[in-house]
């Protein structure tokens, strides 16, 4: 199945959460192997809705909705490739479908 084109991506999710550097769960470093940096977060917003073109595979049901997982391929600012695996949520009371994370894909696609 596709996700809607018009998930929402949360900026400040790329740029205070995917891009800064963190003690614990840091996806800064993975990303800059493909010369994503904080001055590159448009170009991960675009990036990411790319993924959407994607098909998407049902994970789970939570108490907040729906998850969703869209494997793929990010070409960064400096031409390298990053496979990743997305996660997307769709909220049981908004019904808007939510960007939530990603981390290296270390599985085949």
Known sequence: MKLPANSEIARVKVT???LKQRDEDDKSK?????????AHADKLLEDLRALLNDEAKFIQTTEYGDK????GI?????????RVVSIWMTEEATRQTKFVTLYPDKDEI
């Open 30 to 38: 993975f990303l800059s192997q493909a010369g994503y940096t904080p």
């Open 74 to 82: 990010l070409e960064g600012p400096n031409g390298n490739r990053l």
């Open 68 to 71: 969703y997982l869209i494997r």
């Open 16 to 18: 205070r959460y995917l």
